[in-house]
């Protein structure tokens, strides 16, 4: 029997910042649509999928399209998302995340991915971290969206943990619902005003030592 909890991250706002990319490529669709979102409207979309988040972006600015229409700005928003992300490197590691993953691996704490992102695993090969995962579960893997605790539960399978036994670190509120929900120790990354329903919150992995990381892996 491992001796360690499992550990699953979210990726949008915990391993990397790409929630401004994503906010650059929404807002481009919005204002080609005639209208406009702000930063706190794209708050409410992280961690939620593509075609949820179209569909409330569809919704503020009140506007109504066809089937065909929808999917292909659900292309053209993703094409113009990759083109901003693809000169991402390991130098786009939030600061102090290298620190924990690093720590797991020496501790050989097993650890996986829990995105909605369905370009979870480029993103993860541009920053030179994707071998690390012992699993990866992105958009393509699921079927229902946080605060759904599908994506935590299937990644809590591929690291063969029961989900009582696993951690997740999140920076949005579905996914620290989609955390409770499932049972598992939730690790907000935030603001503590938005995340309170997490187990424990921080601003961000600078504010994490290794000594707390240390203290909830263990079983």
């Known amino acids: 029997m491992n001796k360690y909890k499992g550990v699953i991250f979210d990726l949008d706002g915990v391993i990397v910042d790409t929630a401004k990319f994503h906010y650059l490529a929404w807002k481009k669709l919005a204002n080609d649509l005639g209208f406009d979102i702000s930063l706190e409207q794209n708050e409410q979309l992280k961690g939620v999928s593509r075609v949820h988040s179209l569909e409330q972006i569809l919704k503020w600015g009140e506007k109504t399209i066809p089937e065909d229409e929808f999917q292909r700005l659900m292309t053209s928003k993703n094409e113009d998302y990759l083109v ?104 907000g990354i935030g603001e503590e005003k938005v995340l309170n329903e997490a187990d424990y919150i921080f601003a961000d992995f600078t504010e994490i030592d290794l000594g707390f990381i240390e203290k909830i892996v263990r079983k």
């Not at 693809?86 to 650890?111: A, T």
């Not at 696993?166 to 509120?173: A, G, K, P, T």
Request: net charge neutral; charged share 30%.
């Open 84 to 187: 901003k992300i693809s000169d991402m490197s390991e130098d786009d590691l939030l600061p102090g995340v290298k620190k924990v993953l690093d720590f797991l691996i020496e501790n050989e704490v097993p650890f996986a991915l829990g995105s909605a992102s369905k370009n979870a695993r480029p993103i993860l090969k541009s920053l030179k971290i994707y071998e690390k995962f012992n699993g990866i579960v992105d958009g393509n893997d699921v079927t229902k969206a946080k605060p759904n605790p599908e994506v935590f539960l299937i990644a809590a399978e591929k690291l063969k943990m029961e989900p009582k036994d696993c951690i997740v670190f999140e920076d949005s509120v579905a996914g620290i619902k989609a955390a409770n929900t499932a049972k598992m120790i939730s690790v």
